[in-house]
């Protein structure tokens, strides 16, 4: 940066990339600025450097030296008394280079104000929950601690039922009604979306009624576990709501490529009511506070003592929502593994083994690559392993050979293991013969199958893979050597021996691990 004012003598101090020049008189006195002329200032552009360098040299061989002493003009903390406020454009242009060079501040011309900047996002900070605690509800008592302790459990109860409620209640007014209106999506795109939500909604106000009457006067509960045990059966409605919810992701994924849906849920995630979270979070609530109730329950068991009423009922509780929490757990994974089977597209028919249509639930699925580099989507169905190449919207075209679970061998590769045979070598190895998170999965039998080579993210993923993969592999070769036993399987054909037993699988097999 240049400032140039006309003047007889010059004082010039240098700093990286700018030079000042300040007017004086020959006696080394500063002269008295003149009210007309304004000081000029120039912003020089990089591609302006060099010539302005040359025009500035030739300036100053062109004066006359001086013997006479300069006098220095007074100290002060700013240099900027003599320069004009520069325009924020300007400054923009330039603002990396000024900011590496030299900053100025000045009391007497400041800045001018920044111009009006789009409305920043600090109404977006979430609004926060309220915290709290079952003693600050209370002026006083003469509990013991751990009396303390269960009156705060079950007021955490009731207070996550009041939360639920309070955002379910918004999801409907804030998302779906607006969206309806708006014709932002069809009636029936937000049922398969919502699902069965709004059926939730009087459930948990229901429960939260109940616990509310519980209190007595000094606001603490006596007996929760009887009104619990009642209350529970209710929870099967999330059945149907939390298996629709796979279908509903993957539509509402769809839907969010589209430009006129993707502003709406972008600005009711920047607005404060939505506390950061996008919609789907909030169509994901209900299914986080059904997995809740066992831990607030154990925790209440464990501040119960042994004497309390609760001490007879709340085992009785526990158990019966774990068992409505596995029986959703089994659905859904069974409403999952539906679904993402009719996304399949088979390039030939032997490509469609019976055991993947047998299959009742996936143990895991996600990306992949291959030696080659490639991106494949891989599924673990109960009963086979299958991988892919993503078509869009869902659909997966089938990638060589499926593998049927009971005649998988899985080949774990150590991290830094050298790359033989260029199996790891290109894609894997980065050129330096190296290989990290990588194994192999192979067929054994008469089946002619090439090895799969395939590599993971990172070493969490191919760890939940590897573990994955050896579950379910023991169990389809445990239930071939429980099927093969039975006086049902009569002579069958060696080679279909496989398929025929594993589909001979039991419902309490299924249910045990889904359990597990």
Request: neutral net charge; glycine residues 8%.
């Given at each position: 940066m240049e400032v140039e004012e006309s003047g007889e003598t010059r004082t010039s101090w240098s700093v990286p990339g700018d030079t000042l020049s300040v007017q004086c008189d020959h006696a080394g006195k500063k002269r008295k600025q003149d009210p007309a002329p304004e000081p000029v200032i120039r912003i020089i552009e990089d591609d302006e450097t060099e010539e302005e360098g040359e025009m500035s040299d030739h300036l100053k061989d062109s004066e006359e030296p001086s013997n006479k002493r300069v006098k220095p003009v007074s100290k002060s903390n700013s240099l900027t008394g003599v320069i004009t406020p520069v325009k924020t454009p300007a400054l923009k242009r330039i603002g990396q280079s000024i900011s590496r060079s030299i900053s100025f501040r000045t009391e007497a011309r400041p800045l001018p104000p920044a111009p009006l900047r789009p409305r920043s996002k600090a109404s977006s900070f979430p609004r926060r929950r309220n915290s709290q605690c079952w003693s600050d509800t209370v002026e006083s008592h003469d509990l013991t601690a751990k009396e303390i302790k269960r009156q705060e459990v079950i007021y955490e109860l009731t207070q996550g039922e009041r939360q639920l409620i309070d955002d379910l209640s918004l999801v409907k007014k804030v998302y779906y009604e607006p969206m309806l209106k708006l014709n932002i999506m069809?009636?029936?795109?937000?049922?398969?979306?919502?699902?069965?939500?709004?059926?939730?909604?009087?459930?948990?106000?229901?429960?939260?009624?109940?616990?509310?009457?519980?209190?007595?006067?000094?606001?603490?509960?006596?007996?929760?576990?009887?009104?619990?045990?009642?209350?529970?059966?209710?929870?099967?409605?999330?059945?149907?709501?939390?298996?629709?919810?796979?279908?509903?992701?993957?539509?509402?994924?769809?839907?969010?490529?589209?430009?006129?849906?993707?502003?709406?849920?972008?600005?009711?995630?920047?607005?404060?009511?939505?506390?950061?979270?996008?919609?789907?979070?909030?169509?994901?609530?209900?299914?986080?506070?059904?997995?809740?109730?066992?831990?607030?329950?154990?925790?209440?068991?464990?501040?119960?003592?042994?004497?309390?009423?609760?001490?007879?009922?709340?085992?009785?509780?526990?158990?019966?929502?774990?068992?409505?929490?596995?029986?959703?757990?089994?659905?859904?994974?069974?409403?999952?593994?539906?679904?993402?089977?009719?996304?399949?597209?088979?390039?030939?028919?032997?490509?469609?083994?019976?055991?993947?249509?047998?299959?009742?639930?996936?143990?895991?699925?996600?990306?992949?690559?291959?030696?080659?580099?490639?991106?494949?989507?891989?599924?673990?169905?109960?009963?086979?392993?299958?991988?892919?190449?993503?078509?869009?919207?869902?659909?997966?075209?089938?990638?060589?050979?499926?593998?049927?679970?009971?005649?998988?061998?899985?080949?774990?590769?150590?991290?830094?293991?050298?790359?033989?045979?260029?199996?790891?070598?290109?894609?894997?190895?980065?050129?330096?013969?190296?290989?990290?998170?990588?194994?192999?999965?192979?067929?054994?039998?008469?089946?002619?199958?090439?090895?799969?080579?395939?590599?993971?993210?990172?070493?969490?993923?191919?760890?939940?893979?590897?573990?994955?993969?050896?579950?379910?592999?023991?169990?389809?070769?445990?239930?071939?050597?429980?099927?093969?036993?039975s006086p049902l399987s009569l002579h069958p054909d060696p080679g279909l021996c496989h398929i025929a037993e594993l589909s001979l699988s039991s419902d309490t097999e299924m249910a045990d691990h889904t359990s597990r």
């Open positions: 069809t009636e029936s795109e937000l049922g398969q979306i919502f699902g069965t939500m709004d059926s939730l909604i009087p459930l948990h106000e229901d429960l939260l009624s109940r616990l509310e009457r519980l209190r007595g006067s000094e606001k603490t509960v006596g007996e929760v576990g009887p009104t619990l045990y009642s209350w529970f059966p209710c929870l099967e409605a999330y059945v149907t709501y939390c298996c629709n919810q796979v279908g509903a992701k993957a539509l509402l994924d769809q839907k969010k490529q589209e430009k006129r849906v993707e502003h709406f849920l972008r600005l009711c995630q920047e607005s404060s009511f939505s506390r950061k979270l996008d919609l789907w979070n909030f169509l994901d609530l209900p299914r986080s506070r059904l997995v809740k109730y066992p831990l607030l329950l154990k925790e209440i068991q464990k501040c119960t003592p042994p004497e309390h009423p609760d001490e007879d009922t709340l085992p009785d509780a526990l158990e019966l929502v774990q068992g409505i929490i596995a029986e959703v757990n089994k659905k859904t994974g069974e409403a999952e593994c539906q679904f993402y089977r009719r996304g399949l597209v088979y390039l030939d028919e032997s490509q469609r083994l019976p055991e993947i249509q047998q299959s009742r639930f996936l143990y895991c699925h996600g990306e992949l690559k291959n030696n080659k580099g490639q991106r494949l989507h891989v599924f673990l169905f109960e009963l086979a392993l299958v991988l892919s190449r993503p078509e869009g919207d869902h659909m997966f075209q089938v990638y060589r050979q499926p593998l049927p679970n009971a005649l998988i061998n899985l080949e774990e590769i150590p991290d830094g293991e050298a790359g033989g045979g260029g199996t790891f070598r290109g894609a894997f190895t980065g050129g330096n013969d190296k290989v990290k998170n990588c194994f192999r999965v192979s067929s054994r039998g008469r089946s002619k199958v090439n090895p799969y080579s395939l590599q993971a993210n990172d070493s969490f993923s191919k760890q939940q893979w590897i573990t994955c993969l050896r579950q379910a592999i023991v169990q389809s070769r445990d239930r071939t050597a429980q099927t093969s036993q």
